[in-house]
């Protein structure tokens, strides 16, 4: 499994076709608000709260592994619900300038 298909497997297993496990999930990252210097672990103990009380709630389906819970914990972003994903207006010329220009902070 990728990071990009854990929301689909986390949803498929243990969320659907209840809707309890989303609002679940809604419940526990309400109010996380994602910021540039927001390091992974914040990220990273949500989604083992998450994977805590889906089973207290009895939304894990029998084939949601410890290997999947282990791969939502370390490579599942957030849920986006509170992002703005808006477009942007922005040069072309400006942007490109950008990203000839950035080099990851490691």
Do not use: Y
């Amino acid at each position: 499994m990728t990071s990009q298909n854990i929301p689909p497997r986390l949803c498929q297993s243990p969320c659907s076709p209840d809707p309890s496990g989303l609002r679940l999930v809604a419940k526990i990252w309400t109010g996380f608000d994602p910021q540039p210097a927001t390091h992974w672990t914040e990220v990273a103990q949500l989604n083992h709260q998450t994977l805590l009380e889906l089973p207290e709630a009895g939304l894990t389906a029998p084939d949601f592994s410890d290997t999947d819970a282990r791969r939502v914990v370390d490579a599942w972003s957030f849920p986006l619900h509170g992002a703005d994903l808006s477009a942007i207006e922005i040069d072309p010329d400006t942007l490109r300038e950008e990203q000839r220009n950035w080099s990851p902070e490691l």
